[in-house]
């Protein structure tokens, strides 16, 4: 297996998460919400690793999106946990600027796939 840079940082991000929601878990009690940025935000690395066992490009780029997606989400409850006084400002600004690199690089890596895929079918 080829080593991703992308898959390697969604994977620390999802650790990360993984973190930092036991250490909010530890303190508040607003336990729906941490439960959210913890699916959402493992379930970007999943998705992004899921998809190099795609069943052809469609399907990959379909995995890539739906990672695309978590991402969105993932920066929804951070930006949510922070202004409810969750989540400190250091941590959450860490957390958005990982989550945000992910979500680049995934842009970029769909649209450089579907550039190509339009390209072969000319």
Do not use: P
Request: charged share 30%; glycine share 4%; with cysteine.
């Amino acid at each position: 297996m080829s080593k991703s840079i992308m898959r390697e940082k969604a994977k620390e991000f999802a650790k990360k998460t993984v973190f930092m929601c036991r250490e909010m878990k530890s303190h508040h009690k607003e336990s729906v919400l941490i439960n959210q940025l913890l699916r959402s935000g493992t379930s970007i690395g999943a998705n992004i690793h899921e998809a190099q066992y795609a069943q052809g490009t469609k399907d990959f780029i379909s995995k890539l999106e739906i990672a695309q997606k978590e991402c969105y989400e993932t920066e929804y409850w951070l930006e949510l946990l922070f202004e409810t006084n969750c989540l400190d400002e250091s941590l959450y600004l860490s957390a958005r600027n990982d989550c945000g690199a992910i979500r680049r690089m995934l842009i970029s890596s769909i649209t450089t796939i579907k550039s190509k895929q339009n390209t072969d079918n000319r």
